[in-house]
């Protein structure tokens, strides 16, 4: 079953404390993403990778790292995490084959930065 | 800079009547994709489409349906005999290739309620 596994699914965490969430793929996609959604802001990107060891900022990457060292995976790192990065966050990864776009999410992580 | 419009925030309609849901964008470049996604109440992100700006071919798929006019830079999403299972968040988003990247940018969403 096609799949995009994120972890945690929610988290509560305290000003600083390092954090990773885990997003991990099944179906080989080469591009993957982050994105955080919030009330009135909508939908933002934080991160993308077209693939391994490729990695490039979206629209809101202060905060936050990625690696990509391996296709399947793609974690968000926070090193000093801030009240102001509690979010809802969303993996994704699709691929295009034959001029068809496929693209699925994670199920979210709910972040509570106190 | 990239920019997506969803000017319409909130709509309701009875089952069975048809709903379009508006796009707007804004881009310098000339190659770029277009994409709409599906939020459900459950919170879960579902991609609807890819377009891109190359092919403006209307595309349907079922009740759903993408009008793509680059004269107007629109990118409008028919939902044809609404059912409830419709209601829902849906963004449309804008990639463009300047300088070969692909960040995405979304439009603030269009909350649909269907119902019954």
């Known amino acids: 079953e096609a799949q995009v596994t994120q972890n945690p699914r929610y988290l509560i965490t305290v000003t600083g404390k390092k954090l990773t969430v885990t997003c991990s793929q099944n179906m080989n996609h080469e591009y993957m993403s982050w994105y955080r959604q919030d009330p009135g802001l909508g939908l933002r990107q934080i991160y993308y990778?077209?693939?391994?060891?490729?990695?490039d900022k979206g629209d809101v990457p202060e905060g936050y790292k990625v690696s990509r060292k391996e296709k399947r995976n793609f974690p968000l790192i926070l090193e000093s995490p801030s009240p102001n990065q509690t979010s809802l966050y969303f993996c994704?990864?699709?691929?295009?084959?034959?001029?068809?776009?496929?693209?699925?999410f994670g199920p979210g992580t709910r972040l509570l930065v106190l | 800079a990239q920019k997506v419009t969803q000017a319409q925030t909130e709509i309701s309609v009875v089952e069975k009547e048809d709903v379009t849901l508006d796009c707007v964008y804004e881009t310098r470049d000339t190659t770029y994709y277009l994409f709409w996604y599906k939020q459900p109440p459950s919170g879960e992100l579902v991609f609807l489409i890819r377009?891109?700006?190359?092919?403006?071919q209307n595309e349907i798929s079922g009740r759903y349906s993408w009008n793509f006019q680059k004269s107007t830079s629109s990118f409008n999403f028919t939902i044809t005999a609404s059912q409830v299972v419709d209601s829902a968040v849906y963004f449309c988003a804008l990639s463009g290739y300047l300088g070969g990247s692909e960040k995405l940018v979304f439009g603030k969403g269009m909350k649909l309620t269907v119902n019954p």
């Open positions: 990778s077209m693939n391994v060891e490729v990695t």
């Open positions: 377009r891109n700006s190359f092919d403006e």
């Open positions: 994704a990864s699709s691929s295009l084959t034959g001029g068809k776009e496929t693209q699925y």
